[in-house]
């Protein structure tokens, strides 16, 4: 049985809070961009906390607050402390939820799975803190003697329960599996479009092994444009010229990030990944040369390559990279570079047993004229199997 003395929320004061848990949400969305940008390189627990923190005091805040300088009665009073309470607990689950949901958009599944314990961890604390929040800002008014009877009802709003449906629907999203399946058959491979080059079955060797990192053959010496003969001036009556000799470039020299061409080397990296996850091995052999020094197999042709992807794939339902922040770039002659750095990846054998794991990736890139090529990949698990 309820208490006599006991009054309903007003539908305002639940509109209120309900409006401010979902510009929470989406506010939320928006910083799980950021966070999960390749400049961030990847949340904090900490960070994830402050941020859903941050947001659910805002929210509180201002669901509890209004005109500072009119007086309000006691049943007024204990309204707003209640409407910032909701809007405290909505908009910390909410924002869990997009910060879940903002992970696998902007980052990816094995991201997603990361940041849902430190979400959910973050929800409690973050509603403490907002709670004690909205009753600072609905306690700086002094409530008037006497209290007043209200006739106002309550309507029963469910956007709330859609608030908590929207942020179930976030963290439901880390389970959602990459937009292309990581198994290729054999019927997919016959049936789709081939990459302009021709398969040699006999000239492939040995593709089984990827422990041990190869380091390419020396690249031949480069002539630079800048080997010229000199020619002599001739002297003027009034004045003689002078020349300006331009020092060439020594390499190999390591590329900052401000300069371009580390911005395509990037560009290539990143793009080389999303194909990888993609698992369009099609695609994924435009971005090789037609002969690459690939892993401890020596000289191979793309052909080659395209078999061993197909049938390391084929032992996995799902498989996911994600780069390791930062991408070291260095120039070893003109168009020719070295990229070093690291991934993570987390993949579903066939028998649905997880694995994952880091390691470090060289990649050696040439550009071929039409584009950047692959001319060398080593990778060695360091961590995981």
Known sequence: MSRPDF????????????????ISGGVAFIVAGFLFSPQTGGPRSLAI????????????????????????????????VQCGSRAAALSALVSAG????????????GAAFGVFIPSALSIL???FFALLAAAIAAGVRVPAAIPRESQRKDNGSGVGLMAVLVSAAGFASM??????????????V??????????????????SGRSEIIQPPTPAPVQTPYSHTAIAATPLPAWTPTVFNTPPPTYPRSLDTNDPAFAVIHAFIVNHH????????????????DEVVYFRNGVVNRAAIYRDERASRSRYRQYVEQIIYPIQVSELSPGHYHAQYQIAF???????????????????????????????????IEHGE
């Not at 997009?98 to 599944?109: E, K, P, T």
């Not at 021709?198 to 492939?204: F, G, L, Q």
């Open 175 to 188: 389970l959602v599996p990459p937009g292309a399946p990581a198994t290729v058959s054999a019927s997919t």
């Open 274 to 289: 999303n194909t990888i996850n993609r698992g369009d091995l099609n695609a994924l052999m435009q971005d090789y040369a």
């Open 346 to 380: 987390s993949a579903q054998k066939m028998n649905n047993q997880m694995t994952s794991g880091t390691a470090p990736v060289h990649l050696y890139v040439k550009d071929a004229g039409n584009g950047l090529r692959i001319v060398s990949q080593q990778n060695q």
């Open 190 to 207: 016959s049936n789709a479009p081939r990459p302009p080059f021709t398969y040699a079955p006999s000239a492939a060797p040995n593709v």
């Open 125 to 127: 604390p973050s509603y």
């Open 7 to 22: 009054v309903p929320l007003p539908p305002e004061f639940r509109a209120r809070a309900n409006v401010a848990a979902g």
């Open 98 to 109: 997009m910060i879940v949901l903002g992970a696998r958009v902007f980052g990816s599944q």
């Open 49 to 80: 906390l402050a941020a859903i923190a941050l947001i659910a005091v805002v929210a509180a805040s201002i669901a509890a607050s209004d005109n500072f300088d009119d007086a309000i009665d006691h049943q007024e009073l204990v309204w707003r």
